[in-house]
């Protein structure tokens, strides 16, 4: 296989972690029931929402963001692994008749 291949393979790898990670660490977010702290008495609940909230988006926002690489990834090594296919069988192709014109001259020179 090809280096960019290999590459695209572990970009790709590494967002699926990536989006894994994220999509736990998301759903953990969103399905913890936060009781507010007592022992904090200068917290308030409104800022434990606050911080909840916005590790609540920050987690979504880098689950999708993860998700587009690793879609993006797929596709791109898909194409290219299909213009290295599509190269590989022309070549092939070329082969081929190089050989019958090759096998086509040394009947026409056995015949002289």
Same mark, same amino acid.
């Given at each position: ?8 393979? *572990?970009? =790709? ?21 936060? @009781? ?28 999708? *963001? ?9 596709? #791109?090594?898909? &194409?290219? @692994?299909? &213009? ?9 192709? =070329? =082969?081929? #008749?190089?050989?019958?014109? #090759? &096998?086509? @001259? #040394?009947? &026409?020179?056995?015949?002289?």
């Amino acid at each position: 296989m090809s280096k960019p291949i290999d590459m695209l393979k *572990i970009w =790709k790898m590494g967002l699926w972690c990536v989006f894994l990670i994220s999509l736990i660490w998301f759903l953990y977010q969103a399905l913890s029931v936060s @009781e507010p702290e007592t022992s904090c008495p200068t917290c308030t609940s409104t800022s434990q929402t606050d911080h909840s909230d916005i590790m609540l988006v920050a987690s979504l926002t880098s689950t999708f *963001i993860s998700l587009a690489g690793v879609i993006v990834t797929t596709t #791109l090594s898909w &194409r290219k @692994e299909k &213009r290295e296919k599509k190269s590989f069988e022309l070549d092939n192709a =070329k =082969k081929e #008749l190089e050989i019958e014109k #090759l &096998r086509a @001259e #040394l009947e &026409r020179v056995k015949e002289s």
